[in-house]
């Protein structure tokens, strides 16, 4: 008890460690972003509520890494990740995910589970259970005499995970297939009858999260680390955001992305390092309560 | 009853006594297979018959474990010197100590596990489908990382019980039928309970829940106490796991998310979702297809687990005895007509 005051106290005492505490959120939160955007599109599109995101994210960080133990370039590995990554998705959709669409909802929630459980024994039984990173050899920034690093390679990251979400923004936009993702999200039915092939939609849809994942996951190898079964907190912080945000509500997704980042940091700082797995589950108990009661309030009864 | 079933029903039994004492060498494995009975059943009063699947059921199982080795050691001892393992302490357990806290905690670990279905059942049940799934899995992973924190309860390291005084065998034997039965009285309790009016409202909520609530039954109780009666069996079982165990940690044996909490579902799916002997024949299944594994795709074995979910769960999900029952309708006493038969093939 006293440690966890004895911390609180230092962030007033210090109020350059907020700082540093926001922005190592901001940093994390950019990439959780990401993955919770791949989990609200293909959760509102086709109404499939992907356990394995996190395991995507993974694999991908292990596509990078494989890469640059074969001796090819690190920023390489991101559009690499990403082309692997939506193979591997479009194969997993034709596979199972394509059968689990018209099901109830339990059933795709057990089926991703089970997919989960398989990706993250393969990547085990592949790469072996250490954990790995790739180091991109850059410099550290110091700000405030030293009190706030920020290595450039975070820098990149940060920069590359934005790049990579304004991609798929203006994709969904403007391009024809970005149109009818979000015409079959609407209305799955109507947009069969004008003509769209929600099949392909739904395949391609689920190819590009897992595609985004990949990335997100390439970008996390080279500015942390990952280990096979590392991918359960990753779906779980997807869904803590996707939860409080809310489907297809893409700058509310960034937001919540970015503020669970720092939560998650502030909980670290001030609980101990040992509860940022347990934190991370607590903020999605907290936000499914928070929306019960909301809901209970729009609850009517005639008296 | 018909007769053959009193005879199935004598045979089931008398197996279950010959059992251990015929496969000595499998004595543990067989206890396992007590243990997935109990709780497929038990997760498929929630998930088949009242049709709010949990994916929190294992934190009772947890729960279950940890109360009732520290009902059993604060019994004796003060519960934070006999955790610190620094302390070098060595502590003895008579035989009555060890028989008073083992039937003491394992009935505290069903009882608390009740009251606690009851507090998060309060908080959950509000939520629907998958929400509720992943709200239970939510706690059931927060509990296990909360308890692998704290540091009175042994944190991250767990708690080592007393062994077993007598002899290791006879041991074995004695866990078996305790595993036993848990299982029997579950399926006489289910048996029972499905055929009442209770059994009929919790199956009218799975159907339809607003229309059972606007029928008059109260909703929330109903699905407050079966998830209490559920919790209060896995707790038991959990209870005799931690003593058949000896030691046990956190996330690995006790709030074991992604082993048996995942595994009591595919059970379940596996027999047939919502059908009285489904849970049990899935357990079997299941059981056999996991020690098989285990013991000839070592290393792969995992995968085969993971494939055997995504398979049942996507080409298989009515289960054996849905299958059954659409193959041989007889047997489950649906008699259907020759012509309607033939005019609908």
Known sequence: MDQILGNIGLLFEFPVVNLKIVLDGIMVGALFALAAYGLALVWGVMNVKNLAQGDFVISGGYVSWWLVQHGFPPLLGVPVAFVVMWGIGWVIYKLVISRVIERDLFTSLLATFGLAIMMAQILNLLFGSDTQSVDLGYDVLYFFDGFI????????GVLMASALAAGVIIFMKSSRMGQAIRATAQDARAARVMGIDTEKVYAFTFSLNSAICGAAGAIIVMVWLVQPFYGISYSIRAFVIVTAAGLGNLPGV??????IGALEQYGAHIFGIGYQQAIAVMLLLLVLLVRLIQQRRNRQVLK | MAKNKIILYALILAFTFVAPFAFPNF?????????????????????????????????????GMYVAALISIGMVYDVGDYTNAAGGGIYKFTDAQ???????????????????????????????????????????????????NWDWVGGGQGIALPVYPGDLDTGKI???FLFAAVGVSVFIFVKWLYGT?????????????????AMGIHTLRYKLYTWAMAAFFVGIAGGISAFQLIHFEPLESAYQTINLGIFMVVCVLLGGKGT???????????HLFK??????????????????????????????????????????????????AEAAE
């Open chain 1, 149 to 156: 690093d920020v290595p450039i390679a975070k820098l990149i």
């Open chain 1, 254 to 259: 960034i937001a919540a992305g970015l503020g």
């Open chain 2, 27 to 63: 004595g543990t494995q067989l206890a396992t297979l007590w243990l997935m009975i109990t709780v497929a059943l038990t997760w498929d009063m929630t998930g088949g018959q009242m049709g709010y699947n949990s994916l929190g059921n294992i934190f009772f199982y947890g729960t």
């Open chain 2, 98 to 148: 060890y028989f008073g806290g083992l039937f003491l905690g394992i009935i505290g670990a069903g009882l608390f596990c009740s009251v606690t279905a009851v507090v998060i059942g309060y908080l959950t049940f509000g939520l629907r489908g998958p929400y509720f799934a992943i709200g239970t899995l939510g706690v059931a992973i927060a509990a296990g990382e909360l308890v692998s």
């Open chain 2, 174 to 176: 004695f866990f078996y």
């Open chain 2, 197 to 213: 009016r209770f059994g009929a409202a919790i199956n009218a909520i799975r159907d339809d829940e607003e229309k059972a609530d």
């Open chain 2, 276 to 286: 009285l002997w489904g849970p049990v024949v899935g357990a079997i299944l299941f």
């Open chain 2, 291 to 340: 020690e098989i594994t285990w013991n000839y795709l070592l290393g792969w074995q995992w995968v085969a687990l993971g494939a055997l979910i995504v398979v049942t769960v996507v080409y298989f999900q009515d289960g054996v005895m849905g299958w059954l029952m659409h193959k041989r309708p007889e047997w489950f006493g649906i008699r259907v007509e020759k012509k309607v």
